[in-house]
């Protein structure tokens, strides 16, 4: 958790900010915390990081092209040094919240970093900071969303249970059992599967969250979000013929729950966080294969960040990383059973 001093820091970049940059992590808690701060200061323009595992260099041109005068990084575990070099070549105040288990970047006198991880506990999600920050109690549903899609009950959860009575329920025994039992699930889908969409429309779906004023305006279908559910009903239609084949895939294993898929589209991080739910003690690793490379979620009880870390050593040319109890990595399709043969065995060890 941040402190109050630290929250009142970022609280004062954002007001000195006149024509902000926020690249965010392009999931639904990056996206949440972008709309929340966006909301606060109205004003600013939303970059959403589709660069893996770091945001890198490449993106130094959207700060120019935007005449930026502050940058914002939310939700974003790793940030190359060229891109902190070329924001201080720029003298531009570069303002980085996170709540991963890494460590702290390199010291650049323009960056302010700010992580709401502590050993031994969960760092809250960015969502929820961003929340803290803005004090806007209008935008409290908002940060819901963001904080349940990152499997994280807020301590505001339960006055937003009582305001919202159908969309949710009281004393859910966890983050996940709200995802996937209430109607928070579908909204955290829907903006899940609309950031999935063409540039334009991902736009058009940031603005319409800049507006919106409780979540019926994103359950109720009208002309401001058809774009939102015509993509949840594209995607969703996939969605569920895939989870249903994994579940038939992870019921036959016992410990380490494998399953590969290719297609058009990535949902593995979707796919592997519902089969931790629906199969709770079993480490669930779902892998989306396309042409040479294969994107891989990570989800377990036991600290399966340690064992992806440890075993992304042993293939060449892999990334990735995460939390304890969630990660993501690329590889080659060709070292992709070799991981997973790898992971089965350090497994065995817990």
């Not at 958790?1 to 900010?17: F, G, N, V, Y």
């Not at 025994?173 to 950031?195: N, R």
């Not at 949902?267 to 089969?275: F, R, T």
């Amino acid at each position: 958790m941040l402190t109050k001093e630290q929250i009142l820091e970022i609280r004062d970049h954002l007001e000195k900010a006149q024509n902000p940059v926020f690249f965010f992590d392009n999931d639904v808690d990056g996206l949440i915390s972008f709309v929340l701060l966006r909301r606060f200061i109205n004003r600013g323009k939303g970059v959403a990081i589709k660069s893996f595992p770091e945001l890198d260099e490449s993106y130094v041109k959207r700060i120019d092209e935007f005449n930026a005068d502050y940058v914002f990084i939310l939700d974003k575990p790793s940030v190359s040094n060229r891109f902190l070099e070329e924001t201080k070549l720029r003298n531009l105040p570069v303002i980085w919240i996170d709540h991963h288990d890494v460590p702290a970047p390199s010291d650049f006198s323009n960056l302010s970093y700010y992580n709401s991880f502590k050993k031994n506990s969960i760092g809250e999600p960015i969502s929820y900071i961003s929340y803290k920050v803005s004090g806007k109690k209008e935008d409290s549903w908002l940060s819901v969303i963001g904080c349940i899609s990152d499997n994280y009950l807020p301590d505001f959860y339960d006055d937003f249970a009582k305001e919202y009575p159908y969309l949710t329920r009281k004393n859910p025994d966890s983050a996940f059992e709200v995802l996937y039992e209430t109607e928070i699930g579908k909204m955290v889908s829907m903006l899940s599967f609309a950031l999935k969409d063409r540039t334009s429309n991902v736009m058009s779906m940031i603005n319409f969250l800049f507006n919106v004023k409780s979540p019926f305006d994103l359950l109720k279908e009208d002309t401001r979000n058809a774009n939102i559910f015509k993509r949840f009903n594209q995607i969703n239609k996939s969605y569920i013929k895939i989870i249903e084949k994994a579940k038939r895939v992870a019921r036959s294993y016992k410990k380490l729950v494998f399953f590969q898929y290719g297609g058009e589209m990535s949902l593995s991080a979707d796919i592997a966080n519902e089969l931790s739910y629906r199969f709770p003690g079993k480490v669930i690793m779902v892998a989306y294969v396309k042409g040479a490379n294969a994107n891989i979620s990570i989800r377990g009880s036991i600290d399966v960040r340690k064992i992806t870390i440890k075993t992304l050593k042993e293939i060449p040319n892999s990334s990735g990383g995460g939390h304890k109890h969630a990660t993501g990595c690329k590889m080659l399709v060709d070292d992709l059973h070799n991981f997973r043969d790898i992971f089965e065995r350090e497994i065995k060890k817990y």
